[in-house]
């Protein structure tokens, strides 16, 4: 009797295994599950993936996790990273590519403390700033390298900490400035209770030290796979789709991502803002497609670096048109 | 006669690895290693000649000398290595079996002092000679394994950096935690041990702070102390404070009754009694503790920066380069951390060794 459960059990499993026809793709997010990456969670929810004939797992990440890092071992297919990151892993020998381009502005800036004394960047002389790393650190170092601040060893200018996942240094004055996204931790510390007056902001974009953020990246194997290549554009097709309905229906994609939240740390107040804010990277020209002006410029922020500078030489084959020219089809 | 025997088959492991080529091309096309081969496998054979030890030794040693230099140059040249060259791999596995036979020689040297420490510092430089030629030999991605060349070549171009990483985490943080943390756990001791009442209270306290794991505090103690070495030296403090509580206070119980009988018949008073028989019967158990605490200490303050840390220190190293998939100098960091780990434990076991001649586990 039990052997016949165990042969059933097995059958089974082998024939919904061969029935099921959808291809198997693993999404690695680079934070954690919040409306940064709506548009997935959308897809995922509102069956465009499964549309699309496609299993898609979408992994969060986090303070320790860096994407980059993830896709070189192999445990992703698609991972959500920043430019800068991305091409300095090519440059380590990863050989990532950019397919797509979610956000077409930066949304990363410096939030300081007016009471601080800050006032402009040439203020930040022997200050403390806080700095996320894991990937995250790249357009700081490269706006202190262009602004001719030395950051690590002796006689440093300014100095620097490893944030955390919070606000915290912010608030308890263990630093005078940090770095806080539009759409995330600046509101982490208005919700705390501080005021839009006490602060004071300083936008990448506005420092001429913007690079690109979002993008989706996988690696050169799969996109000259012929096989993996038609997944990856049905995988992009799927996604853009779900960041077109998410930016038109923020109150239901909100509802989505605190559906997926595991962790439940999220509040719908903060993600609705943050919808808000995402969608205003978003928006604009051909979703999803990197305009080769925005990538040259950022090449060009962090080649122009004096001393630390984060990729050294000109990235050649780091992005293409083409998974987004078959999604479109 | 396995000794011999051991000789003999290292013998014919590297006459086959002739027979098969050691790489992309033939042996010929490597006259130096050819040459170096030959002169390798002449020591050996002699070496099998039962002459007087010396001699043999001399031949053995020339031979695995020799012989360590035949790889490096075979793997010099282009071509495939790995798979392709099993004339390369059956010749080092003959020469592991010959480093094997000289080695069992050597341990047996005569003379303690320098003489003992021939034979476990050859074997030390064999296994790196060995990572080395087996991660280039098979060509193992860099993010995986470096190879000791590359973690060499780090060490030396990014010294200052490593130096001041070294500053941050061990001469600050670990020295000063370590210090209050040893201090205060023997302090506690001594008074739980003149007043019962508060020993009963404060050894399950005690214990009961101990199992916090460290990733639950540091946080807390990164908001408390702020993001510099103090916090991370206040992680030491109360990760090294339990071991050494516990341990003295077993320590002040060893004097046993007899000897505390002969001081009370003298009218010792507690302090005499404290300071001139139980505090020196006890140093064998502070010192256990001091040794533990040494390597918990570095581990602890390593751990403590990854929560939140200035852009420097040992353990900030570590996060920052592993995702920036700089594993060579992981491995590099992670060599400092284990030298000097490792040299603290030596410092605290020679003092021990002075303070405690007389236990009985010096004996012989």
Redesign the interface.
């Known amino acids: 009797m039990k052997k016949l459960t165990v042969i059933v059990a097995v059958t089974g499993a082998v024939v919904s295994g061969l029935a099921s026809a959808q291809d198997k793709l693993t999404l690695q997010l680079k934070w954690v599950t919040q409306a940064q990456f709506a548009g997935y969670y959308v897809a995922k929810d509102k069956g465009f993936y499964k549309e699309a004939g496609l299993d898609v797992t979408v992994k969060a990440g986090g303070p ?1 996790i ?1 994407p ?2 993830v896709i ?1 071992g192999g445990g992703a297919d698609v991972i959500v990273d920043w430019m800068p990151s991305a091409l ?2 090519r440059e ?3 050989p990532l590519v950019n397919i797509a381009q979610v956000f077409k502005r930066s949304g990363m800036m410096l939030t300081c403390r007016k009471d601080s004394g800050v006032k402009t960047p040439q203020d930040f002389k022997g200050r403390t700033l806080g ?1 996320w ?3 995250n ?1 790249y357009p700081f170092l490269s706006w202190m390298d262009k602004l001719g601040y030395k ?4 006689g440093n200018a300014v ?6 996942f919070n606000v ?2 912010l608030l ?1 004055k ?2 005078d400035c940090i770095s806080t996204m539009t759409y995330n931790e600046y509101w982490q510390l208005i919700e705390s209770g501080m005021k839009p007056e006490q602060l004071i902001v300083f936008k990448y974009e506005d420092q001429g030290v913007a690079t690109l953020e979002d993008g989706l990246y996988a690696v050169e194997k799969s996109i000259a796979d012929p096989k993996m290549a038609d997944k990856l554009a049905r995988f992009l097709k799927a996604s853009l789709k779900g960041w077109d309905y998410a930016i038109k229906h923020q109150d239901e994609a909100v509802k989505i991502v605190l559906d997926n939240d595991a962790s439940g740390a999220q509040t719908k107040g903060h993600q609705t803002t943050q919808m808000l804010e995402i969608a205003k990277l978003v928006e604009g020209g051909k979703l999803g497609y990197l305009e080769p002006a925005a990538y040259d410029r950022t090449v060009t922020t962090l080649l122009t670096g004096k001393s630390d500078p984060v990729i050294t030489k000109k990235p050649q084959g780091a992005w293409t048109h083409k998974i987004w020219e078959s999604a479109q089809k | 006669m396995r000794q011999g025997g051991l000789q003999l088959l290292a013998l014919g492991l590297m006459t086959a690895g002739f027979v098969v080529p050691p790489m992309g091309g033939s042996w010929l096309a490597r006259l130096l290693a050819l040459l170096c081969a030959f002169v390798t496998l002449l020591g050996a054979t002699l070496g099998l000649r039962r002459w007087d030890a010396r001699a043999e030794g001399a031949s053995d040693l020339i031979a695995v000398l020799v012989g360590a230099a035949v790889p490096l140059m075979l793997l010099e040249g282009p071509g495939p290595f790995g798979g392709a060259a099993p004339g390369l791999w059956l010749f080092l596995a003959g020469w592991v079996l010959l480093l094997w036979r000289m080695l069992s020689m050597f341990s047996r040297l005569p003379g303690g002092g320098a003489g003992a420490l021939v034979a476990p510092a050859l074997f030390g430089v064999a296994l790196l000679y060995l990572w080395q030629v087996l991660v280039v030999g098979f060509a193992v991605p860099q993010v995986l394994l470096p190879a000791p060349s590359q973690v060499g070549h780090v060490l030396a171009t990014q010294f200052d950096v490593f130096w001041l990483d070294f500053r941050q985490t061990f001469l600050k943080a670990v020295l000063a935690g370590y210090a209050i943390g040893c201090c205060a756990g023997f302090l506690v001791a001594v008074i739980a041990d003149r007043v019962p009442f508060l020993g009963r209270g404060l050894l399950p306290l005690s214990g009961l702070a101990s199992a916090v794991p460290i990733v639950g505090i540091a946080p807390i103690l990164v908001m408390w102390f702020g993001f510099d070495w103090h916090s991370k030296a206040a992680v030491v403090v109360v990760v090294t404070f339990f071991p050494m509580l516990v341990n003295t206070l077993t320590g002040l119980a060893a004097a046993d009754a007899m000897q505390r009988d002969l001081m009370h018949s003298y009218a010792a008073s507690y302090a005499q009694t404290l300071v001139k028989l139980r505090l020196p019967a006890a140093l064998p158990f502070v010192f256990n503790a001091m040794k533990i605490n040494s390597t918990l200490a570095l581990i602890a303050a390593i751990v403590a920066e990854f929560f939140g840390s200035p852009i420097l220190g040992l353990g900030f190293r570590i996060s920052a380069e592993v995702a920036r998939l700089n594993v060579d100098v992981v491995w590099a960091v992670i060599a400092i951390a284990a030298l000097a780990g490792s040299m603290f434990y030596g410092v605290i076991a020679l003092v021990e060794r002075a303070a405690t001649f007389w236990h009985p586990s010096y004996r012989a």
């Open positions: 320790d860096n980059s890092q070189a300095a892993t380590k020998g990863v700095v790393f894991y990937g650190e950051t690590s060893g002796e100095k620097v900490l490893k944030q955390g915290d240094p308890q263990q630093a």
